[in-house]
């Protein structure tokens, strides 16, 4: 009896060292190669609440601006790869799809507020997820509208728009300020219009397809390609910076728009904090939509999107799996977790994430609550996106340094037959 008794001792013994083992190994770390340099700090501070409150360690990775695709690509074939990465528009989810775990039915798919910001690949996959999302368009300075004459909802449309920056140019040394900030055509400063602004004419050509854009098309036609010209002209011309000087680049437009030297400034939301922190009033500011003159656009939105978007690794660890979604889980879902996370990327389209206090979102929704149509980012469908912005820029820039109709056919070539030619490069 004794030696049955110090029998089952013994294996009841082995039971528990193997469950105490087993449960340290299920309890899983996470990984997060972050997008956004900007919010490193404050990821990292995020990453130890967690891990104080629940003992998971969660590593914040940040990727340099401009290079997480290759960062991404590096740390995959690593031996602890990330369990939570980005893949943001339809080409990342052909390129990265398979290494995304289906988020259908989770916990934290469970707490989106919209399926507005869900990427899914040609299966039905869910393969990532929008974690925050962000708008565009023209930030005003409404109390230099004002000053110049004009009520702060006086401009509704493209010839509104037109009147006003065309008069506070003629007006610049009377004023004291100009319409338009520079439109640096730098590195730095040239994906406002080869990217945001060229959005204008994806967004209102996919809307003519039979079928709404679900991934890159092969071609485009350039219908609105007017109407783009129309506003960089429009932008460029009535600045206090001569275009032609444009392609050297090295102009701060956020300081001019700061120092009240300029009314309109072609940015999003992300530039709240920095205006704030300059001392520039949420009452003085607001966010117009890229008015171009296309018919009905007085009922146009701000430019709504993301490339922001969560994949978790379908190739780590049940354990790893489990804790990057309860980690995923809790920042949307805690107070001062999400309180954080909104305070760098904005907001957040959870149903229990905080609110943001952004004046630029708050205008995007009174649009949209207005009944006014967004412009989704349907520039997330450019075709080898660097290689297409790249031959872009070097049009624009024959163009503004002699802006005739021929070099303007230079930028419609860019524009529309370098879709053509990018999309052949990036699926030959």
Same mark, same amino acid.
């Given at each position: ?85 980005? @893949? ?118 996919? @809307? ?184 872009? @820029? ?21 524009? @529309? ?12």
């Amino acid at each position: 009896m004794k030696k049955l008794f110090a029998l089952l001792l013994a294996v009841l013994m082995v039971i528990s060292l193997v469950a105490c083992t087993g449960g340290e190994e299920e309890k899983g770390s996470v990984y997060w190669l972050n997008f956004k340099p900007e919010s490193d700090e404050v990821l990292k501070e995020i990453a130890a609440m967690y891990t104080e409150e629940t003992g998971i360690e969660v590593q914040i990775v940040t990727a340099a601006s401009g290079t997480y695709n290759e960062t991404l690509t590096a740390e995959m074939d690593k031996s602890t790869p990330p369990t939570i990465f980005v @893949v943001g528009n339809a080409a990342a989810v052909e390129q990265w799809g398979e290494y995304c775990l289906d988020l259908t039915g989770t916990d934290i798919a469970n707490e989106l507020n919209t399926d507005a910001y869900m990427l899914k690949d040609a299966d039905g996959k869910l393969c990532s997820i929008g974690y925050c999302y962000e708008c565009y368009g023209i930030i005003v300075n409404t109390a230099l509208l004002e000053q110049a004459g004009y009520a702060k909802d006086y401009i509704t449309n493209f010839e509104t728009l037109k009147t006003v920056a065309e008069d506070v140019h003629a007006r610049a040394a009377e004023l004291g300020f100009d319409a338009f900030t520079s439109s640096g055509m730098d590195d730095s400063s040239s994906w406002r219009f080869t990217g945001h602004l060229a959005n204008l004419e994806y967004y209102y050509e996919s @809307v003519d397809a039979p079928d709404a854009w679900t991934e890159c098309p092969a071609e485009i036609k350039g219908t609105y390609m007017d109407n783009y010209k129309a506003l960089y002209d429009l932008m460029v011309v009535n600045s206090a910076t001569n275009r032609a000087d444009l392609a050297n680049g090295g102009f701060d437009a956020a300081a001019e728009f700061k120092e009240g030297k300029a009314m309109f400034y072609v940015n999003g939301n992300w530039e709240w904090s920095g205006l704030s922190e300059a001392g520039m009033k949420a009452e003085d500011l607001t966010m117009i939509p890229y008015y171009c003159g296309v018919e009905g656009e007085e009922k146009a939105g701000l430019n709504c999107g993301t490339e922001n978007y969560w994949a978790v690794n379908a190739n780590a660890s049940e354990a790893d799996q489990k804790a990057t979604l309860d980690f995923m889980k809790w920042l949307v879902t805690d107070a001062e977790a999400s309180e954080k996370a909104v305070g760098t990327f904005g907001v957040m389209p959870y149903k229990n994430a905080a609110e943001s206090s952004n004046p630029f979102f708050a205008q995007a929704n009174a649009y949209a609550n207005a009944g006014n149509y967004t412009m989704p980012w349907v520039t997330n469908f450019q075709p080898n996106v660097d290689a297409y912005r790249a031959a872009l @820029v070097a049009a624009m820039n024959t163009y503004n340094a002699d802006p005739t109709d021929a070099n303007w056919e230079l930028v419609e070539a860019a524009f @529309v037959g370098g879709w053509a030619t990018q999309y052949a490069a990036a699926n030959q």
